[in-house]
């Protein structure tokens, strides 16, 4: 299984953008093959070192992620989040 985790920080004319961000973001379930499950929710915290929305994927494999990066599901949602998104970090591991 790989969980791929993402957090995103918004630019700032966007900061209330995050709820579409998400909504789109779990659009996705239950369309991808291999997409096991997905999560996505805000920031409560608003500290300095938050950033806004994050996102957690689980996936069957590395082939299965692979094909989420490019599925024509996956592709406009990314889309959308590069034009709201001003930066973001993720990382990727096997359980």
């Known amino acids: 299984m790989i969980v791929h985790v993402v957090m995103y ?16 973001f779990l ?3 239950g369309r991808i093959e291999g997409l096991v499950d997905i999560r996505s929710g805000k920031d409560f915290k608003k500290e300095g070192r938050s950033y806004d929305v994050a996102l957690i994927c689980e996936i069957e494999d ?34």
Do not use: Q, W
């Open 9 to 24: 920080k918004l630019k700032d004319d966007c900061k209330d953008k995050a709820d579409e961000l998400i909504s789109k």
């Open 27 to 29: 659009s996705m379930k």
């Open 62 to 95: 590395r082939e299965e992620f692979e094909k989420y990066a490019s599925h024509p599901v996956h592709l406009p949602v990314l889309a959308y989040a590069k034009t709201v998104v001003e930066r973001s970090h993720s990382v990727d591991f096997e359980l």
